[in-house]
């Protein structure tokens, strides 16, 4: 069935390094991606996200690529953070004749930032 | 605003019995979701309303499971009888409808434990 995965499980980054985090997704009808952090003992946090119809979008220190070709998403973290250690969820959406429709979740990737 | 509220925090439970897990989305908000985390299977979406209607529930389990929206600030989802694999971290989420697609906002999260 469709499904949205993650090629690493675990990434450890140094502080102030830039960190990758890839996801591979199988609908092409998917309309939009979205990016979750996770931290201990919360629920997940929006990041940010992309429509399908964008290849790049920049928010604050992250940068969301998408290349459909290969259905691949990634997020990139500018100049890490220990606050940055999480887990990283991909998820992937589709619209419904302009209502939302649900989103479906990969199973995550846990970054981990070294001082 | 204090974004979504999910009570109780933490629920232990022995098996057989009935358990409930209370949502208040976010004022204004059209979309009510309810998943399920574990380390396993990672974020399931269980049950999903738009405007207090369920529009999916093929993610709920079986029929233990069950979810009401009573009204556009309160929602339940209830187990019964509960039984050990149910342990897990339940999330809400809700998010506005909007002509984009739209971020979902989680709340804290219910650790539910079934002894």
């Known amino acids: 069935g469709e499904s949205v995965g993650l090629h690493l499980p675990t990434l450890s980054v140094q502080e102030g390094d830039n960190s990758i985090i890839n996801c591979a997704y199988s609908?092409?009808?998917?309309?939009?991606f979205i990016w979750y952090k996770q931290e201990s003992g919360k629920g997940p946090q929006f990041i940010i996200d992309?429509?399908?119809?964008?290849d790049k979008r920049q928010g604050q220190r992250v940068t969301v690529l998408l290349n459909k070709t290969v259905k691949h998403l990634s997020l990139q973290i500018a100049a890490t953070q220990p606050g940055d250690s999480a887990v990283y969820f991909c998820a992937e959406g589709k619209n419904y004749g302009g209502s939302q429709g649900n989103l479906i979740f990969g199973k995550g990737t846990k970054l981990s930032v070294k001082p | 605003d204090a974004g979504v509220i999910q009570s109780p925090r933490h629920e232990v439970t022995e098996m057989g019995q009935e358990v409930t897990l209370r949502c208040k989305p976010i004022?204004?908000?059209?979309?009510l979701f309810w998943y399920r985390q574990t380390m396993m299977r990672g974020l399931e979406l269980l049950i999903y309303f738009n405007n207090n209607v369920p529009i999916d529930d093929s993610g709920m389990p079986e029929d233990r499971f069950s979810a009401k929206m009573p009204n556009a600030s309160f929602s339940t989802l209830k187990i019964q009888p509960s039984e050990p694999r149910d342990s897990a971290v339940y999330f809400c989420a809700s998010s506005p409808t909007g002509g984009r697609f739209s971020e979902q906002y989680f709340g804290p999260g219910t650790r539910l434990t079934v002894t």
């Open positions: 609908n092409s009808a998917s309309d939009y």
């Open positions: 004022s204004g908000h059209d979309y």
């Open positions: 992309i429509r399908s119809n964008m």
